[in-house]
Structure formats: C-alpha cells, structure tokens
T-cell receptor, first 114, second 113 residues
Framework: DVKVTQSSRYLVKRTGEKVFLECVQD?????MFWYRQDPGLGLRLIYF???????EKGDIPEGYSVSREKKERFSLILESASTNQTSMYLC?????????????FGDGTRLSIL | AQKITQTQPGMFVQEKEAVTLDCTYD???????LFWYKQPSSGEMIFLIY??????QNATEGRYSLNFQKARKSANLVISASQLGDSAMYFC??????????FGTGTRLQVFP
C-alpha cells in the first residue's frame, strides 16, 4: 500500500514564526502536492513538484514556499506564519505514469496559528 | 477554465439504501479524468473510483459506481447499500492537462440506521 506520512497531526504555532510541514512518501512517486483545506472551499493547491528540486506554484502560493531535495520528501514552509494560515494541510503524491493515476494523501496536519 | 461543482452540501440516507452524490464539471480539454474521494472525520482522503473521459463504460468499484454522462458533463457517484461507515465528506475531482487535480467543495453524507 502507498504510504504518505505527514510529520504532525496537530500543530500550534505563533504569528511570525517560520513553520515547516514535512511529508514523506514510500512509493517512489514523481509527483508530490501540498493542499490546504478550508470549510466550504474544498481543497486548494498550494504548490506541487514533479521531480526533485522542481516546483510549481498552485492556486494559492502566497505566503508559502516548498522544498524537495529528495524524491520521497516534500516540505511546505510558512515563511512568517499568520492567523489566516490556520487550516488543514494535506500532502499527496502520485505516479507520473498517466492522468488516471490517483493522488494518495497523508492524514493531514491541523495547523493553528495564534 | 476548469471547474468542478458539487451542489449538495449535505445528504442523508438510510442504511442499506442507495444514494447519488452529484458532480458536474467544466473543461474544454478533450482528455481528462474524474475522481471521487472519501474523507472520514479522521481527515485522511481515500481514493474511491476513477473515470477517464474516453472510457466507454461507467466505472465500478464494489459498492461504488460512477454515473458518467459526458454530454451533460456530469460524473455522479452512486453508493449502493449504504453502511454507517459511509458517513463522511465526499469530494469530486478532475485532472486535465497535467497531473494536477481540481476539487469540488464536497458533500457531507450522513447514513442513519
């Protein structure tokens, strides 16, 4: 089974802090994604990566950056956390073999910025 | 621009009954894929079923089937013989010219005894 592991289920940070969310997948997938999920808005793509050291902006990249130094790991960074970044963050990975490949998700991180 | 619409914020169904969750999409790309995911209260997103735009037959996976009507741009999820464990959020999603997905806003399904 595909396993996508996010480093924390719950995280509480203060405004202005630099926050790191880590994601690791064990299926040698090329693609990795970071989403945020807010009630009534569904999932919105923040950043994605289709290869090591490659990244592309999604729909809401402002205030975030990412790092992919190894194929299995994709990190989301909140440069200076703000209260409007309180949300559920979901990491996903998928094979680049075709458009029919589903994304596999981690359990999510509920991040609160105080 | 691509868009996914789920018009039912919430649905109720009695145990053992069938339920249909609606999803409509909009894209000008002739090649695309449609996915359904389940999100229980614990938070993880679980892949349920996939339908490709060129697939002639509706996809089925166990109790899940996808009612794909290409001309109407709809991809409704049908759950047969509902179980209490089916209570969750359900998301419709579409892939288009990349490996990215766009998601609808979801439907909360509640199954009652």
């Amino acid at each position: 089974d595909v396993k996508v592991t996010q480093s924390s289920r719950y995280l509480v940070k203060r405004t202005g802090e630099k926050v790191f969310l880590e994601c690791v997948q064990d299926m040698d997938h090329e693609n990795m994604f970071w989403y945020r999920q807010d009630p009534g808005l569904g999932l919105r793509l923040i950043y994605f990566s289709y290869d090591v050291k490659m990244k592309e902006k999604g729909d809401i990249p402002e205030g975030y950056s990412v790092s992919r130094e190894k194929k299995e790991r994709f990190s989301l960074i909140l440069e200076s956390a703000s209260t409007n970044q309180t949300s559920m963050y979901l990491c996903a990975s998928s094979s680049a073999a075709g458009r029919d490949q589903p994304q596999h998700f981690g359990d999510g991180t509920r991040l609160s910025i105080l | 621009a691509q868009k996914i619409t789920q018009t039912q914020p919430g649905m109720f169904v009695q145990e053992k009954e069938a339920v249909t969750l609606d999803c409509t999409y909009d894209t000008s790309d002739p090649s695309y894929g449609l996915f359904w995911y389940k999100q229980p209260s614990s938070g993880e997103m679980i892949f349920l079923i996939y339908q490709g735009s060129y697939d002639q037959q509706n996809a089925t996976e166990g109790r899940y089937s996808l009612n794909f009507q290409k001309a109407r741009k709809s991809a409704n999820l049908v759950i047969s013989a509902s179980q209490l464990g089916d209570s969750a959020m359900y998301f419709c999603a579409m892939s288009y010219n990349t490996d990215k997905l766009i998601f609808g806003t979801g439907t909360r399904l509640q199954v009652f005894p």
